[in-house]
């Protein structure tokens, strides 16, 4: 689920052009050298870079949950379903639905009064509007404008995933070199990174 709900930000704050500075497990609800544990929090640390300022991602899995914001009203759910997201920004805090659903400014009252201010208009879409997965990849084939989940995009958000299973395997905080794909400061992390095979299982060089 972590690509589904991740992408709006991910693409948003471009963090596909500037890989994590530190990945930490700060919760896991058990420890295993062969599966990953079904409840865990997560976190990854970026520095300051090109004009943005520092920032924090963190994932919650499984049984646990970000702590409930104190503008959710009572008896409010802060995502839809099973999952959601939470964004918090210096100005406000905004809840919404999984797989990638729309933010909500909380209070409703808020959100309410931003719309009556702005004639319920709300911010002028700044990322291109996906026409779907299969007609993207069509008109990218046909020359047209690269995908939204094009390559290189889906490469750095898979390796943002993944980390996070780096991080839990490792036990400790991980401070990433992205450009050189290197666990600097837990060697015995970067096995975890750089997979052996067993003999007769390794990948053929063509």
Known sequence: MMVH???????????????????????????????????????WTYAAQGGRPPLQVHWYDGSLRPKRPAE??????????????????????FVGGGWSGSP??????????????????????????????????????????PARSRFEYGAALTEFVLLADVAIRAKQKVQWDGPNMKATNVPAAQAFVQETYRQGWDLAKV
């Open 104 to 145: 909500r400014l909380i209070p409703e009252t808020r959100m309410r009064e931003y719309l009556e201010a702005n004639k319920g208009k709300t911010p002028a879409r700044t990322l291109p509007e996906s026409k779907g997965h299969h007609r993207d990849w069509l008109d990218a084939c046909k020359g047209g404008r």
């Open 72 to 93: 959710l009203e009572e008896g409010r759910r802060m995502g839809e379903g099973s999952n959601g997201v939470l964004i918090v920004g210096t100005k406000g805090t």
């Open 5 to 43: 709900n991740v992408d709006p930000a991910f693409a948003a704050l471009e963090l596909d052009k500037r890989p994590p500075a530190a990945v930490e497990c700060l919760q896991t609800e058990f420890t295993d050298d062969e599966v990953i544990a079904p409840g865990n929090h997560v976190v």
